[in-house]
């Protein structure tokens, strides 16, 4: 089993930035991949980026490209999200993933999740 504990989210304005972390625990030799997702009120859980384990590729959604860069700490087990030029519309809580295959786009095939942080941007 693999726990995953999300921090950092938070208020921000518009064109602000924020870094989210997420950090791994329990049976974490079995993760190669771990992704964040988020999901705004009303609306399905939608993929934001991925990174591997062992290489750090990273592959991101659209909305994101070239705002938004996730790395990892493999000695702290952690997984990071830097967010830049915020906008109201990424707002949401945000959730990471993780899973013993390749990168993924689909929030069905990672097995773990955390629990969320909540994400907000006014305009």
């Known amino acids: 089993q693999v726990q995953l504990v999300e921090s950092g989210g938070g208020l921000v304005q518009a064109g602000g930035s924020l870094r989210l972390s997420c950090t791994a625990s329990?049976?974490?030799?079995?993760?190669?991949?771990m992704g964040w997702f988020r999901q705004a009120p009303g609306k399905e859980r939608e993929f934001v980026g991925a990174?591997?384990?062992?290489?750090?590729?990273?592959a991101y959604a659209d909305s994101v490209k070239g705002r938004f860069t996730i790395s990892r700490d493999n000695a702290r087990n952690t997984m990071y999200l830097q967010m830049n030029s915020l906008k109201p519309e990424d707002t949401a809580i945000y959730y990471c993933a993780a899973r013993g295959g390749s990168m993924s786009s689909r929030a069905g095939e990672y097995p773990y999740w955390g629990q969320g942080t909540q994400v907000t941007v006014s305009s």
């Open positions: 329990g049976d974490t030799n079995c993760i190669s991949a």
């Open positions: 990174i591997t384990w062992s290489v750090g590729n990273t």
